[in-house]
């Protein structure tokens, strides 16, 4: 028996003339964590904002935890945890009062909160900086505490708006490493972004979102397996314009794409291909045989790259 | 809209953002209690000693009163419109686009009207906090003549709420701070010292004295005045009552409305 704590149906945001978001309809499990993988302006955020029961949907349905965002607003945000795409810490007080201040809208009581606050900094490992303000914290820092800020009334899903965006490698590893955790914990994860690795990484099911509607959904693999190959051979080739190379190579490949620095040819066996291009004289500059991602599939769907 | 939105005032989970703003003032307080209490002392003595003694030689009273008594009240007035609007034009604009705490509100139970109630009740809380202190100091003046005189916090209650309510609303549908220097100076500065503030409407020339009506301070220190000389004639009374209130609900609603659309629309 699947346990949906969300249900969106044809679910449209419109600004004035602007569609943000596009009937788009989706279901999400309890446990699972689902993604919405889209590149700027595709509406997630639009979308994350309808699912917090912040801004209601223009048109269509959505059922959050079994309510109504229309009705029963308070309540859902009781039971939900939200990162927002741009941090909103008060950045004059301390690490600490962050989170008990927070929780205070929740109606937690205050010792209760000390005690949370105490796990939640140890959880996003900031239990030294508790007592320094929110301004000297790194970008990577500021992350986590809101992570933990979103956490302070045991939420039963979490919403991250592109959580890692704009940190460094080594932050976002962080990052993903306390999102597994509270994963293991049976909490459900919605993110969205666009990194197709992170994605990739983070996610049990994702849609992938461009012009405000959703334009496949699986898991990472099923994505993958059907809406690409198993290999993507790229190539450079000493030339200015690769497109005269299209033609040409279209033969051994299932899928050519043509990037404005190298080519991408579809294919299931990449060694082979590039074998069989020596053979013919079609000689690169270089050469790369990798497997297929999910930047392929958005590609394949929407014909241009996630990250410009 | 939600069903919630029946529940009024929306009882009582404002009260969460009335804390949250308590708190965050109990944080970074430091500094303005010694001004809210030397504040109207330096004024008292400057004016109403330093000026009230040159009053005194060349015309005597004013409208009664030793120049101290007349303008100790509107004192208080003067005070509580101006925390009306430095508690609201920049702190609010700052809470919906630099630091986003009402957006972070809104992602919790919270409503925007919640945030709006929350934040007025506090500002008006703080409104009672410098009038009681205020009250004392005007009263150590001997400026109270009456038991009415104890009524001087909730007139600058009432004061702080009729600028801070429509203040709010407007810092919640602005993009950018660029009108809030020419609101200063145009608008809070000259009601501060046109409103009947030190000298009574009789100085002015009497084409101009009704205009005088509508600056909205001027019936805060009428107010002001008649609560510390315990003279209240009806009929102004209720003209000064709904003028005030006015703008307290006008602001409210149009604060509900501006809120809405900035947060969540
Ligand atoms: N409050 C708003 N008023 C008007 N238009 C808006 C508003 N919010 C979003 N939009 C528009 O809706 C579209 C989708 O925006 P949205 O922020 O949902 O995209 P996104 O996928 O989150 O993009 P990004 O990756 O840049 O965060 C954009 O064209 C944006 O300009
Ligand atoms: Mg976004």
């Given at each position: 028996m699947v346990d949906l704590v969300l249900t969106a149906r044809e679910l449209s945001k419109r600004f004035n003339e602007i569609t943000a978001v596009d009937r788009v309809s989706f279901t999400i499990e309890r446990g699972e964590s689902f993604g919405f993988l889209g590149p700027n302006g595709a509406g997630k955020t639009s979308t994350m904002r309808m699912i917090?029961?912040?801004?209601?949907?223009?048109s269509g349905e959505l059922t959050i935890l079994g309510l109504d965002p229309r009705t029963d607003g308070p309540e859902i945000r009781g039971r939900l945890g939200v990162v927002p795409q741009e941090d909103t810490l008060e950045l004059e007080l301390s690490v600490r009062l962050n989170l008990e201040m927070f929780g205070r809208y929740f109606d937690i009581p205050r010792s209760t909160l000390r005690e949370r606050a105490t796990e939640l900094l140890?959880?996003?490992?900031?239990?030294?900086r508790a007592d320094d303000r929110v301004e000297e914290l790194s970008g990577g820092m500021k992350r986590r505490l809101t992570i933990a800020r979103a956490l302070v009334n045991r939420p039963e899903i979490l919403i991250l708006d592109e959580p890692t965006t704009g940190l460094d490698p080594q932050a976002r590893h962080l990052l993903w490493d306390r999102l597994y955790r509270l994963k293991r914990e049976g909490v459900t994860l919605i993110i969205t972004t666009h990194?197709?690795?992170?994605?990739?990484?983070l996610c049990d099911r994702l849609v992938v979102m461009d012009h405000g509607t959703i334009v496949a959904t699986g898991t990472p693999r099923?994505?993958?397996?059907?809406?690409?190959?198993?290999?993507v051979l790229e190539l450079r080739f000493?030339?200015?314009?690769?497109e005269d190379f299209h033609a040409r190579l279209a033969p051994f490949a299932q899928r050519v794409e043509v990037l404005p620095d190298r080519i991408l040819l579809y294919v299931d066996e990449g060694d082979d291909t590039l074998r069989q291009l020596h053979a013919e004289r079609l000689t690169p500059m270089s050469s790369f045989v990798r497997r297929s991602s999910l930047e392929d599939v958005f590609l394949r769907l929407t014909g241009r790259t996630l990250v410009d | 809209m939600s069903v919630s939105d029946d529940v009024g005032l929306g009882w009582p989970r404002w009260r969460r953002s009335w804390w949250y703003h308590a708190t965050y003032y109990a944080q970074t307080w430091r500094g303005s209690v010694a001004s809210t209490v030397l504040f109207p002392i330096f004024y008292l003595v400057a004016l109403g000693v330093g000026v009230g003694h040159l009053v005194a030689k060349h015309h005597g009273l004013v409208d009664g009163q030793t120049y101290l008594h007349f303008i100790a009240p509107s004192l208080l007035a003067t005070t509580t419109m101006q925390l009306g609007e430095s508690e609201s034009l920049w702190p609010v604009l700052a809470a919906v686009k630099w630091v986003r705490s009402y957006h972070a509100a809104v992602a919790s139970p919270l409503?925007?009207?919640?945030i709006l109630v929350g934040k007025l009740s506090w500002v008006t809380t703080r409104a009672f906090g410098t009038g009681v202190v205020y009250t004392i100091v005007i009263a150590a003046f001997g400026g109270l003549q009456s038991w009415w005189g104890l009524t001087l916090p909730l007139i600058g209650v009432l004061i702080t709420l009729a600028f801070a309510a429509p203040f709010v609303a407007y810092a919640a549908a602005v993009q950018s701070d660029a009108s809030f220097v020419a609101i200063y100076r145009f608008a809070i500065i000259p009601m501060f010292l046109f409103s009947a503030t030190f000298y009574p409407v009789s100085a002015y020339p009497g084409y101009l004295r009704p205009l005088v009506q509508f600056v909205p301070l001027y019936h805060g220190v009428a107010l002001a005045r008649s609560a510390a000389f315990g003279h209240w004639p009806l009929l102004a009374t209720v003209g000064h009552l709904t003028v005030l209130g006015s703008m307290s609900v006008v602001g409210f609603l149009w604060g509900r409305w501006s809120l809405q659309r900035r947060l969540v629309d």
């Open positions: 917090s029961a912040v801004s209601q949907p223009t140890a959880f996003a490992q900031l239990s030294e990194y197709m690795d992170e994605a990739e990484q099923e994505l993958i397996a059907h809406h690409s190959t198993r290999e000493d030339t200015d314009s690769h | 409503e925007p009207r919640d």
